[in-house]
Nanobody, 123 residues
Framework: QVQLVESGGGLVQAGGSLRLSCAAS????????MGWFRQAPGKEREFVGGFRWLGSSPTYAGPVKGRFTISRANAQNTVYLQMNSLKPEDTAVYYC????????????????WGKGTLVTVSS
C-alpha cells in the first residue's frame, strides 16, 4: 500500500515561484515511481513530470521543461515539485501519483493518487 498527501498549493502572481510537496508512506515507496499531474476545470488531466527511483533521470512535459524541477528528500519518502516562472496557464489542481511498476507516464498507468492541491497564478 502507498498513501500520498500533497501540500504547498496557493495563490501566486505570474512570474513567481511555488514549491509543492508529496509525502508518501508505505513499505514499497522506495521502489515506486512517482509523478506529478495537473488538471484545470474543463480540461483533461495532463502529465507534468515524473521521477523513477532506480536508474533514471526525471522526465518533464514540454510546457514546464526548464521551469519546473522534481526532487526528493527525507530518505526518499518525500518528493517535491519546484515551480518557477509561473504563468496563468499553470493554474490547476496538482496531483501526486505513484506506479508500482513503470509502464508510461499516462494517468491510466498510475496505481495511487493523492487528493490534489490547488495552484492559482494571477496576472
Amino acid at each position: 500500500q502507498v498513501q500520498l498527501v500533497e501540500s504547498g498549493g496557493g495563490l501566486v502572481q505570474a512570474g513567481g515561484s511555488l514549491r509543492l510537496s508529496c509525502a508518501a508512506s508505505g513499505r514499497t515507496f522506495s521502489s515506486t515511481d512517482m509523478g506529478w499531474f495537473r488538471q484545470a476545470p474543463g480540461k483533461e488531466r495532463e502529465f507534468v513530470g515524473g521521477f523513477r527511483w532506480l536508474g533514471s533521470s526525471p522526465t518533464y512535459a514540454g510546457p514546464v521543461k526548464g521551469r519546473f524541477t522534481i526532487s526528493r528528500a527525507n530518505a526518499q519518502n518525500t518528493v517535491y515539485l519546484q515551480m518557477n516562472s509561473l504563468k496563468p496557464e499553470d493554474t490547476a489542481v496538482y496531483y501526486c501519483a505513484a506506479a508500482m511498476t513503470y509502464r508510461d507516464w499516462s494517468p491510466s498507468a498510475m496505481d495511487y493518487w493523492g487528493k490534489g492541491t490547488l495552484v492559482t497564478v494571477s496576472s
